[in-house]
């Protein structure tokens, strides 16, 4: 068998030594900003006016590891890509495989599939990781600086709810939503039968999503003909979830991507925007094949460098392209936001585009 077939000895060793470098870069990163984060901390610790909790600063910064590692695996992978093909490049390692007569993609293959693994370990390991340790900082961050955005308003104006029952439906206005509590302020309830006829308004003072339906309290009821009726407390029907209600004040990066199709498709049910949770969403999943094109664009522009004591050119490339991908990613994100483009491809457009132009510059290269 060959020692270049897939999982033999050479492709083995080149996927190591690929690994490696990536993951000593994205540690020596992470430890970077997570030093940073902790220094701003203890600074704005420092400045509270009343007696902050006990706060174990390591803690903190390892909390938060997970959703760092999230942030910045795009520039650790092509830095880390960059470094390798050049050590690559200076033992001539990369020339000797190519002297055995292999393409540029099968002399590639071993990092370009690892590179495709440490996506997936992302998607399928870190981010389920880090949804919950961002929930545990978060809460550490609220206790200390007594800050909470767990306050969850659609607009200005309050927020619109949407509930769908096996008999019709309610629409209800409020003028806030407590997701911690699963509370709305001041509702207007609007319960219509069979979808279309209104068949009573109710207003309340507040009205709390429970596990039995929508208990309100000092409840009026006003029937189709005016009448107006004083309840009290009042329970009503739900379809939806009061864990889905609690949720809706997260960020997106807080709930794992094993939940979020769901919880995005309760927001939606309930008449809540989910736009923001959708882009978080496809960007997540995108990440494999978006550390696949970066590998590739890294190739291209180190793996062509033949000439030596270029060090400095090989960082300026770098940088540059760390921008354009970061330029273009933020640039579809705002079209997005704007709804100016669908979600699905404000996250996708970047990382397909990164991709086919990797490819396309690697087989020119081939061909050549």
Not at 100 to 113: E, R
Not at 141 to 148: D, L, P, Q
Not at 162 to 182: F, M, P, Q, Y
Not at 196 to 224: E, F, N, P, V
């Amino acid at each position: 068998m060959s020692q270049f077939a897939p999982f033999g000895t050479l492709f083995r060793y080149l996927a190591l030594r690929f690994v490696s470098w990536i993951t000593l870069f994205l540690l020596s990163l992470a430890s970077i900003i997570s030093l940073i984060q902790t220094v701003e901390l203890v600074r704005r610790v420092s400045v509270l006016t009343s007696s902050p909790p006990d706060i174990n600063f390591l803690k903190m910064a390892l909390l938060n590891l997970p959703a760092v590692i999230e942030m910045i695996l795009p520039f650790a992978m092509l830095a880390g890509a960059m470094l390798c093909f050049s050590s690559w490049n200076r033992s001539n390692e990369f020339v000797a495989v190519r002297g055995f007569g292999q393409s540029v993609w099968a002399a590639l293959s071993p990092a370009l599939f690892s590179a495709f693994i440490i996506g997936m370990l992302l998607v399928t390991v870190i981010n389920p990781i880090g949804a919950v340790t961002s929930k545990r900082h978060e809460a550490q961050m609220a206790k200390i600086f007594g800050e909470s955005d767990s306050n969850f308003s659609v607009s200005t104006s309050g927020i619109w709810l949407r509930d769908k029952l096996e008999s019709g439906k309610l629409i209800i206005r409020g003028d806030a939503l407590n997701a911690e509590t699963a509370s709305i302020i001041n509702p207007v309830i609007y319960l219509y039968h069979d979808n279309i006829h209104m068949k009573a308004l109710y207003k309340a003072g507040s009205m709390q999503l429970t596990d039995k339906g929508w208990m309100l309290d000092r409840a009026s009821r006003w029937q189709t003909d005016g009448q107006k009726t004083d309840l009290g407390s009042l329970l009503l029907p739900t379809g939806l979830d009061a864990l889905d209600l609690r949720q809706s004040g997260l960020r997106p990066q807080s709930i794992s991507v094993y939940l979020l199709p769901g919880f995005i498709d309760a927001l939606e049910r309930a008449g809540i925007p989910a736009s923001e949770y959708r882009f978080h969403l496809y960007k997540t999943l995108s990440v494999p094949l978006l550390m696949v094109g970066i590998a590739m664009l890294a190739a291209r522009v180190t793996l062509t460098n033949v000439s030596r004591g270029r060090r400095s050119r090989l960082f300026l490339r770098g940088v540059f392209l760390a921008i354009v991908i970061f330029i273009f990613s933020y640039f579809m994100q705002i079209l997005g936001s704007s709804l100016q483009v669908p979600m699905s491809v404000a996250a996708w457009t970047p990382v397909i585009a990164i991709s086919l132009i990797g490819a396309i510059i690697l087989a020119r290269t081939d061909e050549s």
